[in-house]
């Protein structure tokens, strides 16, 4: 295990708002050397507290503009019911992010698509059809005001 100190929680805020800075430029807002600051990174992604480095996309530079939370409870928890609802999870491109939840849904999923038509058949043609899930409910996101931590361009303009 990799104990983290106050060093490493400044790289890792900092990469985590621009994942593009150098060792130099880190080096320069922490107050360690370049070098320091390489040795540190390097041993924080081997200890797998950076999981890697992403591009944030606009939703119309990949043609997903509509984002959909689908709420998800299935048939039963028998180990093929999840193996099965799992294997669909892979396999969906449109699913962007699912988590394991307590309460009413067992699952959540964030969803990105085309259009309106593409959320109604991901919901009646993929989702609905696997034959784990039991119920389905789904909202439309209205606007995006934050994600990964960051707020969206534009969002402070909103009323």
Known sequence: MYNIDDFDVKILNLLQSNGRLTNQELSELIGLSASQCSRRRIALEQAQLILGYHARLAPDAVGREVLGLIEVRLLNHTADCVESFHTMLR????????????????????????????????????????????????????????????MMPGSDMLP
């Open 91 to 150: 396999d969906v491109d449109a699913v962007i992010d699912a988590f394991k939840t307590t309460g009413d849904a067992d699952y959540l999923l964030k969803v990105a698509v085309q259009d309106l038509q593409g959320l109604s058949d991901l919901i009646s043609k993929i989702l609905s059809r696997n034959k784990s899930v039991a119920h389905l409910k789904t909202s439309v996101v209205l606007n995006r005001l934050k994600e990964n931590g960051l």
